[in-house]
């Protein structure tokens, strides 16, 4: 055993030797005057950009979330609400309703009469056709 | 921290220059061994990560009173970009696998005896990532297991966990190498 350090794990001698050994194998070449300065140029040349970008990137970033969110915010509150696909119950668009349809589909529904004379709403032409078919 | 550093008075941002000037020169090579280790032995991304490492301790600086204080946790981001430099390259690995059919190697300096250095990289590689980090910080960096756990941000007792099973795949993975104690290192 290999003389224990405090804070470093104990190892054995043949242990020690194979670490040491990765570690002499693995490691960078040291840097070169010329590259060292060439690093330290970078680094100084990077930190004389980086303060504009980063005080600006997140007030910048800031604004864009919030313009984003007012723009979806504003204009769901102007679109016409959607329909509950999940009800099962259809509504029908008046627009394309004329109202005798209407009424003669969904009065039924609403008032829960089972029996009742059509031909009062029905037009002339449905009222041709139904007394030749259902005999009225 | 920018802004203080920014709006400082010339002779307080001179000595805060200064004292970063310093510090670049009494850190730039462990920090630059420690990332080139846990990047898989790349020049360019430990130049990439210790850059980014240093820009991050310049904007701190003011905050650290005591450069112990600061080295650890410089030491603690250099260790952090090295992992998001390595999950990225493994992103970037699959991607080019899977569109080029190839993987890009890292440009390497070959230098002493570069098969060697290739296998403890690909040995390393195999390790978890706590394992790898632990075994580079103590038994290569010389960190102790209390510094490495305040760099890793992990427990001393998860931290020597790690070195242990670290220290046995790595025997096992270059047996050649734990049975030869010639020491003929370079």
Redesign the interface.
């Known amino acids: 055993m290999t003389q224990p350090r405090?804070?470093?794990?104990q190892?054995d001698?043949?242990?020690e030797?194979?670490?040491?050994?990765?570690?002499?194998?693995?490691?960078?070449?040291?840097?070169t005057p010329a590259r060292?300065v060439a690093?330290?140029d970078?680094?100084w040349a990077?930190?004389q950009r980086?303060?504009r970008q980063?005080?600006l990137t997140p007030a910048l970033a800031t604004v864009a979330v919030a313009m984003l969110i007012t723009c979806l915010t504003w204009s769901s509150l102007f679109m016409p609400p959607l329909h509950d696909l999940g009800s099962g119950v259809s509504t029908p668009a008046m627009s394309s309703t004329e109202p005798w349809e209407y009424e003669l589909l969904y009065s039924r529904e609403l008032t829960g009469t089972a029996e009742r004379d059509d031909g009062a709403i029905l037009p002339d032409d449905y009222l041709v056709i139904a007394r030749v078919f259902l005999d009225k | 921290m920018?802004?203080a550093l920014?709006q400082e008075s010339p002779a307080v941002a001179l000595e805060l220059e200064q004292r970063f000037h310093l510090f670049?020169a009494s850190h730039?090579?462990r920090a630059?061994?420690l990332a080139?280790?846990l990047v898989g032995?790349d020049?360019a991304a430990?130049?990439d990560v210790i850059?980014e490492a240093?820009?991050k301790a310049?904007r701190a600086l003011g905050q650290f009173r005591e450069e112990a204080s600061l080295a650890t946790w410089f030491y603690r981001i250099v260790v952090r970009q090295a992992h998001n430099y390595c999950r990225w390259r493994t992103v970037r690995e699959t991607w080019s696998a899977l569109w080029h059919g190839e993987l890009p190697h890292a440009a390497a300096?070959e230098?002493?005896?570069p098969l060697?250095?290739r296998r403890?990289?690909k040995a390393?590689e195999q390790l978890s990532r706590g394992q790898k980090e632990a075994f580079v910080l103590?038994?290569?960096e010389g960190f102790?297991?209390?510094?490495a756990s305040a760099l890793m941000g992990k427990p001393e007792g998860t931290v020597?966990s790690h070195?242990?099973r670290a220290?046995q795949a790595?025997?096992s993975e270059?047996a050649d190498?734990?049975e030869d104690?010639g020491?003929n290192?370079?």
Request: glycine share 4%; net charge positive; proline share 6%.
């Open positions: 405090d804070g470093w794990p190892l001698h043949v242990e030797q194979f670490v040491r050994r990765l570690a002499a194998h693995y490691a960078p070449k040291p840097l060292r690093l330290d970078a680094l990077r930190l980086q303060p980063t005080r | 920018e802004e920014v670049v730039r090579e630059r061994r080139w280790r032995g020049d430990a130049e850059q240093f820009i310049y300096q230098s002493g005896d060697l250095r403890i990289a390393l103590v038994h290569m102790s297991v209390r510094e020597k070195l242990h220290l790595l025997r270059l190498l734990a104690t020491g290192a370079p």
